[in-house]
């Protein structure tokens, strides 16, 4: 299964690609997408158009983004959040189903602490995806969303499965009580 994880940001918006085999992954592909400068609607356009591309040349199975979180400076939030926007959007024009984290989570799940410093969760996907070369700490931030997620959907699988597992071992009880019943009555 090949899964995306999308860093948004209006200057930078950080994207990585990787591919897991049961609990194994391997990276796929990263990258940045710069929105250049200009007025935001023609940022948050070139955002759209650079992450369309790369969904389209990765076609990843799942998605996921980090979700921002609010600063004192209100203008700065909103402007992250509408970047935010299209790295949601955008996955999921392609029919994608898309994850949310929170960074902490991501953190967490990666690194092993909710409040890693950057250059620690570099260093865990490097652990994570050796050989790896980073197109920068945004990319790096992406890729850690993809392993978060990752994380989930096998963990989702598993829990999946037990449950299948347990209904089927229930549904046999049942059936054999019933055939058992069904003997007595005949006998």
Not at 2 to 27: F, N, S
Not at 37 to 55: I, P, Q, S
Not at 160 to 176: C, G, L, M, V
Request: glycine letters at 10%; one cysteine or more; aromatic letters at 2%.
């Amino acid at each position: 299964m090949r899964v995306m994880g999308i860093d948004p940001g209006l200057q930078k918006t950080g994207w990585g690609v990787i591919e897991t085999d049961g609990a194994r992954i391997r990276h796929v592909a990263n990258g940045i997408v710069h929105s250049g400068d200009g007025d935001l609607a023609r940022r948050l356009l070139t955002l759209f158009d650079e992450l369309t591309a790369v969904v389209a040349d990765q076609a990843p199975d799942h998605a996921a983004v980090e979700q921002t979180f609010v600063n004192r400076d209100g203008a700065g939030t909103l402007k992250l959040g509408q970047a935010r926007a299209v790295a949601l959007l955008v996955p999921a024009r392609a029919g994608i189903p898309v994850g949310e984290y929170a960074p902490n989570a991501v953190k967490k799940a990666v690194v092993g602490v909710g409040h890693a410093q950057k250059g620690q969760i570099e260093h865990m996907v490097r652990l994570h995806l050796p050989g790896v070369r980073l197109a920068g700490p945004d990319a790096a931030d992406a890729l850690a969303v993809a392993i978060c997620h990752a994380h989930h959907l096998q963990s989702a699988t598993q829990l999946t499965a037990a449950i299948e597992r347990a209904e089927d071992r229930a549904a046999e009880a049942r059936a054999r009580a019933a055939l058992a019943q069904l003997r007595g009555v005949l006998r």
